[in-house]
């Protein structure tokens, strides 16, 4: 099981309803954790970028939560170009920046 970063876990306070954010923090930490991800050495602050860009798009589409999961289980890559950190190696702290205040 992963452990979330404190930066993740405000931003699900903010994003998210209480049993939404329930839903999202189980999901990651079990789902899509460095190991569950094919990262097995990346520190949770590493993982961040992933685990915002998962954040972000179930936000914008709620009703695509387990596609959005799948797709970060099969190619993380894809992942980031859907949620728009894949240009971008700061794309995902501008968009923690905006969300998390």
Do not use: Y
């Not at 590493?46 to 387990?66: C, T, Y």
């Amino acid at each position: 099981m992963g452990t979330l970063t404190p930066r993740v876990l405000r931003v699900l306070d903010r994003l998210f309803a209480p049993e939404a954010r329930h839903q999202m923090v189980t999901r990651l930490e079990h789902e899509c954790s460095a190991e569950a991800l094919g990262c097995p050495d990346w520190t949770p602050p590493q993982m961040e970028r992933l685990w915002f860009s998962i954040v972000k798009l179930v936000h914008a589409n709620p009703g695509r939560i387990d596609q959005t999961f799948i797709l970060a289980r099969t190619d993380w890559r894809d992942l980031l170009m859907a949620a728009g950190f894949g240009e971008e190696l700061d794309a995902h702290e501008k968009w923690w920046a905006k969300n998390a205040t």
